[in-house]
């Protein structure tokens, strides 16, 4: 009889899910690490250093953004990131937020030009990962 010898410890169907959603769970807790990778790779952000870098970097001249007192809209409304980022569907608020500011052109939201200077090239991995924190905080 199949029972005794194969894949199940035991022959009810009780036992088997049992069995079966310990090595589910297995799984999916063994795939945790690459998936906060993601979106932790690179140096943490300071929101604060990202306050002064959004004004310096003149952000400010094209985005609304209530923590910093920017009413500019050239850019998409930067309090609404978070409605905005899913919408877009890339990947979590803080992975959009990186993105857009690394690579502008590789999401365009809709309504709105690609003239979003590339600060891939103009700041580093710590200012970008600054202004992430600073926009999507809270
Ligand atoms: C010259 C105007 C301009 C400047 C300066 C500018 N942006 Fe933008 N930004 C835009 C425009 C236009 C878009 C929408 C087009 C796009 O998605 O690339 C945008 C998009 C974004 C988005 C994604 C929003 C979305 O829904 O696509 C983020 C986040 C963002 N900007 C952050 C920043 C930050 C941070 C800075 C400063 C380092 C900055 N921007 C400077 C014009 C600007």
Request: aromatic content about 6%; charged content about 15%.
């Amino acid at each position: 009889m199949r029972c005794s010898s194969g894949f199940w410890s035991s022959c009810s169907p009780a036992a088997a899910a049992r069995e079966l959603s310990r090595r589910r769970r297995r799984r999916s807790s063994g795939s945790l690490p690459s998936t906060t990778t993601t979106t932790t790779a690179g140096p943490a952000g300071n929101a604060k250093a990202g306050a002064a870098l959004f004004k310096a970097k003149g952000c400010d001249g094209c985005h609304t953004f209530a923590p910093a007192g920017s009413n500019a809209t050239t850019g998409p409304d930067l309090d609404k990131l978070a409605q905005l980022a899913q919408k877009a569907n890339r990947g979590s608020e803080e992975a959009f937020t990186h993105e857009s500011i690394a690579n502008p052109s590789a999401f365009v939201e809709s309504g709105y030009q690609n003239i979003m200077p590339n600060f891939g090239q103009l700041l580093s991995q710590q200012q970008i990962a600054d202004l992430v924190a600073y926009l999507t905080q809270g």
